[in-house]
Each structure stands twice: as C-alpha cells, then as structure tokens.
Nanobody
Framework: QVQLVESGGGLVQAGGSLRLSCAASGGTFSSYAMAWFRQAPGKEREFVATIMWRGGTTYYADSVKGRFTISRDNAKNTAYLQMNSLKPEDTAVYYC???????????????WGQGTQVTVSS
C-alpha cells in the first residue's frame, strides 16, 4: 500500500510560481509512474502531467505545456510539479497519483494523495 502526501499549495498572483511536492511511503516508489491531476470546483478531475518510473519521459496536458514541469527524485521518494506563469484558470485542488502505467486516465492510477489547494488570483 502506497501513501501519498502532497504539499506546497497556496495562494499566488497570476504570473507567479509554485512547486508542489508529493512524498510517497509504503511502497517501491521507483516502480510507479507518477502523475498530477487537478479538480476545479464544479468540474471533473483532469490530467495535468505524468512521468515514467525512472524519469525522462513525461507527458503534459496541452493547457499546462510549457508552463509546468513534472519531475521526481527516486532517492527521496518524492515527485514534484513546478508551476510557472500561473493563471487564474489553474485554480484547483491538485492531486498526485501513483500507478503502473504512464497514462492520462485517472481511473488507471492505483494510489492517490489527499490533494493540495492552489489558488491563483487575477
């Protein structure tokens, strides 16, 4: 059983930056693909980014491509999401997830964190 804990969310002005962290425990972190999803009020959870087991290969939603960067440090059992040039439409609860495949479908991820709120003011 893998436990995931996100941190790093907060309130930021448009154009600013935040870095989210996702600390994993209880499993072999390096054997899982890691992903970030987000859910805004009244909307469905949507894919943001994912990264393969050993890093390297990454995929991004078109809405964040060029602004967000996903990374991981397997020695620290932690995944990150660096978010730059933030926009008000990036406001959401951000969740990290762990799974066996590098996919964009939330249902295919096995473990989820509790989420961290990101609010971008205009």
């Amino acid at each position: 059983q893998v436990q995931l804990v996100e941190s790093g969310g907060g309130l930021v002005q448009a154009g600013g930056s935040l870095r989210l962290s996702c600390a994993a425990s209880g499993g072999t972190f390096s054997s899982y693909a890691m992903a970030w999803f987000r859910q805004a009020p009244g909307k469905e959870r949507e894919f943001v980014a994912t990264i393969m087991w050993r890093g390297g290969t990454t995929y991004y939603a078109d809405s964040v491509k060029g602004r967000f960067t996903i990374s991981r440090d397997n020695a620290k059992n932690t995944a990150y999401l660096q978010m730059n040039s933030l926009k008000p439409e990036d406001t959401a609860v951000y969740y990290c997830a762990a799974g066996r495949a590098v996919v964009t479908t939330s249902a295919l991820y096995d473990y989820w964190g509790q989420g961290t709120q990101v609010t971008v003011s205009s």
